[in-house]
Nanobody, 126 residues
Framework: QVQLVESGGGLVQAGGSLRLSCAASGSIVSINAMGWFRQAPGKEREFVAAIRWHGGVTYYPDYADSMKGRFTISRDIAKNTVYLEMNSLKPEDTAVYYC????????????????WGQGTQVTVSS
């Protein structure tokens, strides 16, 4: 099994930035993509971004439209860690952010994942 632990959430003013980290451990060999989702109270879990975990020659991270230009996903395979850099934060970004591991970016877009992290709260004040 794969274990995912998020960190880096907190309270930030609108326009500010946060960097989330997700450390993976366990049986991660078969994992080919990692990404982020978020969920606000009363709403369903929403896709944020995903990235290929290993292999390949050229790849393009995928982002939800509302995050493009503001959020950046990156990876450090040696550390088994994926990051989400969030800039120009808006109150609408307030949610619990969850790290996820899956087979591919495409399947993660379908909300099909192998593992979820516990989540980290991001609160953006106006």
């Amino acid at each position: 099994q794969v274990q995912l632990v998020e960190s880096g959430g907190g309270l930030v003013q609108a326009g500010g930035s946060l960097r989330l980290s997700c450390a993976a451990s366990g049986s991660i060999v078969s994992i080919n993509a990692m990404g982020w989702f978020r969920q606000a109270p009363g709403k369903e879990r929403e896709f944020v971004a995903a990235i290929r975990w290993h292999g390949g020659v050229t790849y393009y991270p995928d982002y939800a439209d509302s995050m493009k230009g503001r959020f950046t996903i990156s990876r450090d395979i040696a550390k088994n860690t994926v990051y989400l850099e969030m800039n120009s934060l808006k109150p609408e970004d307030t949610a619990v952010y969850y790290c996820a591991a899956g087979d591919s970016i495409a399947t993660m877009l379908q909300r099909m994942v192998h593992a979820w992290g516990q989540g980290t709260q991001v609160t953006v004040s106006s």
